[in-house]
């Protein structure tokens, strides 16, 4: 009923640049804690950046500097923008939204994020 419609994932060489964007249908997301994760092949799903109802940001070690995420609370949007990219970076992307105000949103365990978009693919070649 309520879910994440998500677009902009595909192929892509090393260094170039891509969009991620997910829009949430069926319900407001303003109050919500939002997320983008990426599973990449024989890897767990992992947590790459998070941003608040304020938006507030954070991003895991090995996409800092190179990932910029958004949040347009009016629209019910959530945009990944990632820079330079790696080979690694290849795998399924996430968006999420879950649990959390604003004290603990970017320090949010991954199973307290319980509404998921259904993934799009990135294939990063060089």
């Known amino acids: 009923q309520v879910q994440w419609i998500a677009s902009g994932g595909g192929s892509a060489q090393v260094g170039g640049s891509l969009t991620l964007s997910c829009v949430f249908v069926?319900?407001?997301?303003?109050?919500?804690?939002l997320g983008w994760f990426r599973q990449a092949p024989g890897k767990e799903r992992e947590g790459v950046a998070r941003?608040?109802?304020?938006?507030?940001?954070k991003y895991a070690d090995f996409v800092k500097g190179r990932f910029n995420v958004s949040r347009n609370n009016a629209k019910n949007t959530l945009d990944l923008h990632i820079n330079d990219l790696k080979v690694e970076d290849t795998g399924v992307y996430y968006c999420?939204?879950?649990?959390?105000?604003?004290?603990?949103?970017?320090?949010?365990?991954?199973?307290?994020?319980?509404?998921w978009g259904r993934g799009t693919q990135v294939t990063v070649s060089s």
């Open positions: 069926g319900h407001a997301y303003g109050d919500y804690c």
């Open positions: 941003i608040d109802q304020g938006r507030m940001t």
């Open positions: 999420a939204a879950g649990d959390g105000d604003e004290a603990e949103c970017l320090e949010l365990e991954q199973s307290e994020f319980y509404v």
